[in-house]
């Protein structure tokens, strides 16, 4: 009787030792898996200030074409202001006129160019957040798992320690 007792003890030993083992091996895989998470949101924010120091850039760039835009505003007003008072010859203001068409021409291909580049910074921006929002909550929730299965591996080891101590004991 004594025996089958402690045979059993053994083989519940045994099977906490193997469930201790596949914890461990499991945790392992957690932590890898934290590893990869965290270069992986290391490379979201390194992309991220990349996108920063481009947005700051296209911004630069946007002033520098609305500058340009007010500048070749205030040059239309005076282009116009010029053909009212020099009526003198179709042919000069067949000219500037055709001068004034290519640059509108010109701004409206540059606002163009802007509005799309804008388009595509926003799209940008916008998918950022809720990726790194769910990249968080994902590694929290491994974190979990992780700080679970370490709480259950020490609860093991003490109740081996003690099976230990009761046998040694009998």
């Known amino acids: 009787m004594m025996e089958?007792?402690?045979k059993l003890i053994l083989s519940e030993l045994k099977e906490m030792k193997e469930g201790q083992s596949r914890l461990a091996a499991e945790q392992q895989g957690v932590k890898e898996q934290l590893k990869e998470l965290k270069v992986g949101m290391k490379e979201l924010k390194e992309g991220q200030s990349r996108l920063t120091v481009e947005q700051k850039g296209m911004k630069e760039e946007l002033k520098e074409l609305k500058e340009g835009q007010s500048r070749l505003a205030v040059e239309q007003k005076g282009m116009k202001e010029e053909l009212k008072e020099l009526k003198e010859g179709q042919h000069r203001l067949a000219a500037e006129q055709q001068g004034v068409k290519e640059q509108l021409k010109e701004l409206k291909e540059g606002q163009s160019r802007l509005e799309v580049?804008?388009?595509?910074?926003?799209?940008?921006?916008?998918?950022?957040?809720?990726?790194?929002?769910?990249?968080?909550?994902?590694?929290?929730?491994?974190?979990?798992?992780?700080?679970?299965?370490?709480?259950?591996?020490?609860e093991y080891g003490v109740e081996i320690k003690e099976i230990h101590r009761i046998l040694k004991n009998q």
């Not at 940008?124 to 709480?151: C, D, H, M, W």
């Open 117 to 154: 580049k804008m388009e595509n910074i926003e799209r940008k921006i916008t998918g950022i957040p809720k990726t790194y929002e769910n990249l968080e909550q994902f590694v929290a929730r491994q974190q979990r798992v992780i700080e679970e299965l370490s709480a259950r591996s020490v």
């Open 4 to 6: 089958e007792a402690l």
